[in-house]
């Protein structure tokens, strides 16, 4: 997801935002350790944390995770696809859903992981920190590239989905939310090649098992989307439009070509990054278990990435320092910062790693993006080209 504008930054790299409770406290629904909201000495907490030891990421922890610990971790067994298939129906729908191909085990500890960083106040995007999320990544590659028809890059804009019914339902915008406006990551030239080739692919990878209770996702196929090939169109561009009276919005879609997208724990769903798609809220029925997902976009290697925001080849993804993904985790929260509310606290602890965020020109607004959505005019139905 990329901007076409620089970022105005305030000294410590971070937009201005309003207080937010401290990213080390601890939820009112996790009786897990950390300073409580408020608590004498917080700030200092936060301020003297040494985010580059390895030892303050594993102490956060009671799972079996890793950092840099390459001999600790076998490589794991994924189950075979029949990719042929899978790339078939992309082509032919714009998106794919595989069977489960990761191991339980491995799910598991990715889960218990982002549980304990969630229960002191570190939101899922954290996961990142540890050997075992950029093992998965490695895991599913060639996947990935078989699908995609040839080698491909990873952009960094990767991050990490926990979602929570509680803090939805008190209005509370948090890192890891869901994004809930029907988008498009990019424009169908950037995630289409001249012969119909896959340039961009959306990968969202579910840690736990996805229900429509839970939060599954939810794409609008390409023969379904009148609009699928028109970048210039306005109903390209804005695929939702907020109606005149509020609380009615325009959608720029037929709501009969709707897929929901239940998954299992492991499995692959991916999407050409045009693709119309949202994911839902998680309701009270599924708030014991809320989705937890991984999501990532793959770049074939011959198109032409931000030369600002190089992608990562599959050669650096076990060779990243501590410092260097927290560089990375810091810029993905950067990159999708206008869906959610960056904690004061959190960007005290994070402006060491900030200026990485926010000083290229690519970083933190996508042109599809809610931001966009609330800004768009009170519109009827559009038929021509509002670009023309």
């Not at 999320?133 to 804009?157: K, R, T």
Request: charged content about 25%.
């Amino acid at each position: 997801r990329q901007a076409e504008h620089k970022e105005d930054a305030d000294s410590d790299g971070w937009d201005s935002e309003e207080e937010n409770p401290d990213p080390t406290s601890t939820p009112e629904e996790d009786a897990g350790s950390g300073p409580k909201k408020g608590s004498e000495g917080s700030e200092q907490i936060v301020e003297a944390l040494n985010l580059d030891d390895p030892k303050h990421w594993l102490d956060l922890i009671d799972a079996q995770l890793h950092i840099l610990d390459e001999a600790a971790i076998a490589a794991p067994v994924v189950e075979d696809l029949d990719t042929e298939a899978l790339r078939a129906h992309l082509l032919e729908h714009g998106y794919l859903q595989s069977t489960a191909v990761y191991p339980r085990p491995r799910l598991e500890a990715l889960m218990s992981g982002i549980r304990a960083l969630e229960g002191k106040g570190w939101p899922a995007v954290f996961i990142f920190m540890y050997d075992e999320a950029w093992h998965l990544i490695d895991g599913i590659w060639d996947h990935v590239e078989a699908i995609m028809g040839g080698p491909c890059v990873l952009e960094p804009s990767f991050t990490a989905f926990r979602l929570s019914h509680k803090k939805s339902a008190d209005g509370e915008k948090y890192i890891g939310n869901n994004f809930g406006l029907p988008h498009r990551d990019y424009s169908y030239a950037e995630a289409l090649a001249t012969d119909g080739s896959t340039q961009l692919l959306s990968v969202w990878f579910p840690l736990n098992d996805i229900t429509v209770d839970n939060g599954c996702m939810y794409v609008v196929p390409k023969e379904f989307d009148g609009n699928f090939e028109r970048d210039h169109a306005y109903e390209h561009k804005q695929v939702v439009t907020q109606g005149g009276v509020k609380g009615t919005e325009f959608l720029h879609f037929g709501l009969a070509g709707v897929r929901p997208l239940p998954a299992a724990a492991g499995s692959i769903l991916a999407w050409q990054s045009n693709v119309i798609h949202w994911g839902s809220s998680c309701s009270s029925r599924g708030a014991h278990d809320p989705r937890t997902s991984l999501a990532f976009v793959f770049r074939r290697d011959f198109s032409n990435p931000d030369p600002e925001c190089p992608p990562l080849r599959r050669d650096q993804l076990n060779t990243l320092t501590v410092s260097e993904r927290i560089r990375f985790v810091t810029r993905t929260i950067a990159y999708f910062k206008h869906w959610y509310t960056i904690p004061e606290a959190m960007k005290r602890a994070l402006s060491p790693y900030a200026a990485f965020a926010t000083t290229t020109g690519s970083v933190s607004e996508n042109r599809y993006s809610s931001e966009a959505y609330e800004a768009s005019p009170a519109a009827e139905p559009a038929t021509e080209n509002a670009y023309k």
